[in-house]
């Protein structure tokens, strides 16, 4: 049963404009979410991330927002650039066991 | 401050043989986590470690994999007979851990591992 899910299996922007990718999670207990970010041959690297204390967190070109009542969260990529293009990958923090759980992952590729 | 290290890189072995994968966590984190990756889906856990104990190996298919974090630094994981299925990523990451702190794990660079 995967807890934590990412719809969009790819999205694709012209560089320049905003990426939005989706996630969303299952068990209300989440407290914690992050943001990885997947380049080929490389391991996830740590992006961005939120507790469930705050609807919104920002850091330069990212932005994570949080719906608690939606159990929803997305993020935001402007302006989207070249070099952003990568796997995305979603993840809780799972509050009992401090484990994460990952999304599928969406492959986001930004047009020159 | 050194990141996750992996080793190897790379692994092709037969079905049936065996394989280790070694990762040294970031120095001073307490909890270290194993994940297999295979291609087209997200990281699953197959073993969690907390210091030296073992805090979650549920996924872990325990006739075939084993692992282990001696004085609670390095680990390693071990595929005994290997099956054509396992052939993934295996990423290793480590966290400062604990209950109560929410934090982000850092991951190392993986093994890629291809049975044939």
């Known amino acids: 049963d995967q807890q934590v899910k990412q719809n969009s299996p790819s999205l694709s922007v012209q560089e320049g404009r905003i990426s939005i990718l989706n996630c969303d999670y299952t068990n209300s207990m989440f407290d914690y979410f992050l943001w990885y970010k997947k380049y080929p041959a490389e391991g996830p690297t740590f992006l961005i991330s939120i507790s469930s204390i705050k609807d919104k967190n920002e850091d330069g070109r990212f932005t994570v927002f949080l719906n608690k009542s939606a159990k929803h969260l997305s993020l935001h990529i402007v302006p989207s650039q070249p070099g952003d293009s990568a796997v995305y990958f979603c993840?809780?923090?799972?509050?009992?066991?401090?484990?994460?759980?990952f999304g599928t992952g969406t492959r986001l590729k930004v047009l020159a | 401050e050194a990141g996750v290290a992996q080793s190897p890189r790379y692994k092709i072995i037969e079905k049936r043989q065996s394989v280790a994968f070694w990762c040294n966590p970031i120095s001073g984190h307490a909890t270290l986590y194993w994940y297999q990756q295979i291609l087209g889906q997200g990281p699953k856990l197959l073993i969690q470690f907390q210091n030296n104990g073992v805090v979650d190996d549920s996924q872990l298919p325990k006739d075939r994999f084993s692992a282990e974090r001696l004085k609670g630094v390095d680990s390693t994981l071990k595929i005994q007979p290997a099956k054509l299925e396992d052939s993934a990523v295996y990423l290793c990451?480590?966290?400062?851990?604990?209950?109560?702190?929410?934090?982000?794990?850092?991951f190392g660079q993986g093994t890629r591992l291809t049975v044939v």
């Open positions: 990451a480590s966290s400062p851990g604990g209950v109560g702190l929410n934090t982000e794990a850092f």
């Open positions: 993840a809780a923090l799972d509050p009992g066991t401090y484990k994460y759980i």
